[in-house]
């Protein structure tokens, strides 16, 4: 890992600006080919690495785990050890799009249903028609399968995005990262659905004001059990101070 970091619950967030994070960072890895495996963590992933070491070890190895949640970021101010700003995961993807299509770079879309990463990359072939689109897998495969990470080398991708969600997304880039020679990988949860148009994100507003949670609960009130996670998860925080 590089850079200063903040420790939540012992896993250690990158503490940098998004600008910072791009410009410093991944822009220069990109363009000398170096390998690069980014976790974007909420609360509910730091609880999960609090309950799954196999998972935790795997998020550990990443060169970069960015506050990609609220919580997070309120975490941080509890602990009065604040993260300088949230940096979310479909927001760093939209800007390594653009990248990648100004500097010849290739991506690969792994996950989701077969029709929404179909739909998620005829939108970005819309709004980066020059962008190289090494290829695309739909995200229902099982893990032990290596046959998905030959197809997506053979393919020699230089940004990979995986939206199998968590934990899968980030095991799978664990355990096939080191049989890549290049790449930066990130897991980008439900992205290709806010790509395809089957989810939107909340309004400025409501992100601005750290209540894009509240917008998605109030939106997709199923995912009520996931917000539990959070609330338990700044509760700990409070309690705890770590």
Same mark, same amino acid.
């Given at each position: ?6 420790? &939540? ?62 919580? &997070? ?99 799978? &880039? ?32 409501? &992100? ?35």
């Amino acid at each position: 890992m590089s850079n200063e970091h903040i420790k &939540i619950m012992d896993i250690p967030f990158v503490n940098i600006t998004q600008r910072d994070l791009l410009k410093g960072e991944l822009y220069p890895r990109l363009q000398a080919g170096k390998k690069s495996y980014i976790v974007t963590a909420n609360p509910e992933i730091v609880m999960y690495a609090k309950e799954n070491k196999a998972y935790k070890d795997a998020i550990l190895t990443a060169n970069y785990i960015i506050p990609d949640g609220a919580g &997070i970021v309120i975490a941080s101010k509890v602990l009065k050890k604040p993260l300088k700003e949230r940096v979310t995961g479909f927001d760093l993807m939209i800007k390594l799009l653009s990248h990648a299509e100004g500097k010849a770079l290739s991506c690969y879309f792994l996950g989701a249903k077969e029709e929404v990463v179909q739909a998620a990359v005829k939108r970005v072939k819309r709004d980066y028609p020059e962008l190289k689109i090494a290829g695309y897998h739909h995200g229902y495969f099982d893990l032990e399968d290596a046959s998905i990470a030959e197809r997506v080398k053979e393919a020699n991708p230089d940004i990979v995005f995986a939206a199998l969600g968590f934990p899968k997304q980030e095991l799978w &880039i664990n355990k096939y990262l080191a049989g890549f020679q290049k790449g930066l990988f990130m897991g980008v949860g439900g992205s290709f659905d806010i790509l395809a148009g089957n989810s939107k994100r909340a309004p400025y507003f409501w &992100i601005k004001l750290n209540l894009e949670w509240l917008y998605r609960l109030i939106k997709e009130p199923f995912r009520w059990k996931r917000i539990l996670k959070v609330f338990e998860f700044i509760i700990r925080i409070i309690l705890f101070r770590k």
